[in-house]
C-alpha cells in the first residue's frame, strides 16, 4: 500500500519494494522483481531509482555509501539495529553522515546498543535534528548578513540577464571591502567557512521542512561559493574536488556570472590566449573592479604555475610580478584601475614569452636551461652560448634515468658532467657553481618524473 500510494505522487521519486516474497506481489509493486538487479540500481548514485521499501532485507554485508536518509517504522534493537543505522551513516563526499526519521521510537534502544562505547562516541554517533537545525538556521542568519545590499529573495525567477547581473554583484560585494573599497580577503574566507558548514549542516537536516523551507537559499548560496572558488584564488582546504552528491546536484545548474566569470567558466583550465584585445578592453572598462581583479589574479596565477613546470626561472620572475601587483593594490599603493592596467600588461609581457625560444632558435626544453643559464645577466644571443644550452640538454637527456633525483651517483654525474661542459665553454668560476644549481633546479623541475617525452631514443 505504501508503495502504491507513493507511486501516485505528483513528482515522487522512482520507488521499489524488496522483500523476500516479492513475487507474491508481482501485480501490486514494480516489475522489476529481480533483488539483485534492485541492490544494483540503487547501489549507483545516478539511477533513478532513489527509494526502497524494505523488510528484512539489505541488512548483513549490504553497503550503500551514498545512502542519506533512512525511514524506521519497525521496532528494532541491539546489533539488528546498529546494522541499520550503519546503513546511512557511511561517509560519501560531502556526505557527512545520514538521517534517521523514527516513526517507532528506537532512541532508547539506540542507546542501550551504544552503551559498550565511551561516552563521547555514544554523543557523536546520534545527533537529534532539532540539534542540527538549530546550528543550520545559525548559520544561514549568519550567511544572510553577507548579502544585506543584495536583493536575491526570487533569484529562480529571475531572467538570465538579471540573474547574471545579480550574481556578479553579490560575488563582487563579497570581495570588497566595504571601507577601503579594496579587496577583502578576511570577509572571503570568513563566507567560505560559514557558508561550507551551512552546507553540511543542510545536506544532513534534508529533507526536513526546516531545511526545505530555505532550499532556494542555499542554492544560491552554494553557488556564490562555488563561483569564489573557482575563479578566484583561495587556501586549498577550501577546494573539494569530490564534492557531487545527489544533495548538491540539486544546485541549480546553469548559473553564471557575466563578464570575467562567465568567460573563464567556460574553460577547464588557464588560457591566456584568451586574453586578446577586446576582452582586455571590456575587462578595463568593467564596474565590478574586484571581481575582475580577483578573476584575472586567479588566471594568471594559474597560467604562470603551470608554466613554471617546463620553464621553471623564466615564470617563476613572472609569478613574482604579479604578486608585487596585488601586494600594492590590497596595501592601497594603487587604485583598482591601476591594478587592472597592470595585469593587462603583465598578461600582455606572458603572452610575448611565448615565442621567445624559436627567436632564438631553441626548442621549448633548450629555452628552460637558457632561462636559468641568463638569470642576473644580460640577454645572450650569441651562437657559442646557444650551443653551450644544447650540449647541456642533450648531456642531462643521456644522464637522466629513472627515479634519477633519489640516486645519489646519478646526481653526482650530472653535476660533474655540467661542471665540465661550463668550464670547457670558458664560464668563470666564480659563475660556474651558480650555474650548476639553477640548471640543476631546472632539471628537478623538468625531468623530476622522468616523462617518456625525454627520454633517448
Not at 531509482?49 to 536518509?69: E, N
Request: proline share 2%; aromatic share 8%; charged share 35%.
Amino acid at each position: 500500500k505504501m508503495y502504491q500510494i507513493i507511486s501516485k505522487m505528483k513528482d515522487a521519486p522512482e520507488t521499489a519494494v524488496v522483500i523476500s516474497s516479492n513475487k507474491d506481489y508481482k501485480d501490486e509493486i514494480q516489475k522489476e522483481l529481480d533483488n539483485k538487479e534492485l541492490e544494483k540500481r540503487f547501489k549507483n548514485p545516478d539511477d533513478p531509482l532513489k527509494l526502497v521499501i524494505v523488510c528484512d532485507m539489505w541488512l548483513t554485508g549490504f553497503d550503500v555509501p551514498c545512502l542519506h536518509t533512512m525511514y524506521l517504522d519497525k521496532p528494532l534493537k541491539g546489533h539488528t539495529l546498529m546494522q541499520a543505522i550503519a546503513r546511512v551513516n557511511r561517509r560519501y563526499k560531502d556526505k557527512m553522515g545520514g538521517l534517521i526519521v523514527d516513526y517507532i521510537g528506537v532512541a532508547d534502544n539506540l542507546k542501550k546498543a551504544l552503551a559498550i562505547y565511551t561516552s563521547d562516541i555514544q554523543k557523536q554517533a546520534m545527533f537529534p535534528i532539532e540539534e542540527i537545525i538549530v546550528k543550520m538556521l545559525e548559520r544561514y542568519n549568519q550567511v544572510k548578513e553577507f548579502f544585506v545590499d543584495i536583493n536575491y529573495q526570487d533569484w529562480k525567477k529571475l531572467p538570465s540577464d538579471k540573474l547574471n547581473e545579480i550574481f556578479s554583484r553579490a560575488v563582487n560585494s563579497l570581495l570588497t571591502d566595504l571601507r577601503t573599497g579594496g579587496i577583502d580577503n578576511k570577509k572571503k574566507k570568513r563566507f567560505l567557512e560559514i557558508s561550507s558548514q551551512l552546507y553540511k549542516l543542510f545536506s544532513l537536516a534534508m529533507p526536513h521542512k526546516e531545511a526545505n523551507a530555505i532550499r532556494d537559499d542555499i542554492e544560491f548560496f552554494e553557488g556564490i561559493r562555488k563561483a569564489i572558488i573557482k575563479n578566484t584564488l583561495v587556501d586549498p582546504i577550501y577546494i573539494d574536488k569530490n564534492t557531487e552528491t545527489a544533495i548538491r546536484n540539486l544546485i541549480t545548474k546553469g548559473i553564471k556570472a557575466e563578464g570575467v566569470i562567465d568567460i573563464f567558466a567556460k574553460r577547464d583550465r588557464p588560457n591566456i590566449s584568451i586574453l586578446d584585445e577586446k576582452f582586455l578592453q571590456d575587462i578595463k572598462n568593467s564596474h565590478l573592479k574586484n571581481l575582475t581583479i580577483e578573476a584575472i589574479r586567479k588566471l594568471l596565477n594559474d597560467d604562470l604555475r603551470m608554466r613554471m613546470k617546463t620553464n621553471l626561472f623564466r615564470y617563476q620572475s613572472l609569478l613574482k610580478m604579479l604578486e608585487e601587483i596585488i601586494e600594492e593594490y590590497e596595501n592601497n599603493i594603487i587604485n583598482s584601475s591601476k591594478v587592472i592596467e597592470k595585469l593587462i600588461e603583465l598578461a600582455k609581457e606572458i603572452r610575448k614569452t611565448q615565442g621567445a625560444g624559436e627567436e632564438l632558435g631553441l626548442t621549448t626544453e633548450e629555452t628552460a636551461f637558457y632561462d636559468a643559464l641568463s638569470v642576473g645577466k644580460k640577454s645572450l644571443k650569441d651562437k657559442d652560448f646557444k650551443d653551450l644550452v644544447k650540449k647541456i640538454v642533450k648531456t642531462l637527456r643521456r644522464d637522466i634515468a629513472i627515479d634519477w633525483t633519489n640516486h645519489e651517483i646519478i646526481k653526482a654525474r650530472i653535476h660533474a658532467d655540467v661542471r665540465l661542459i661550463l668550464l670547457q665553454h670558458n664560464i668563470s668560476l666564480g659563475d660556474v657553481d651558480q650555474m650548476i644549481e639553477r640548471i640543476y633546479e631546472q632539471a628537478i623541475n623538468l625531468y623530476k618524473d622522468y616523462p617518456r617525452m625525454y627520454a633517448m631514443v
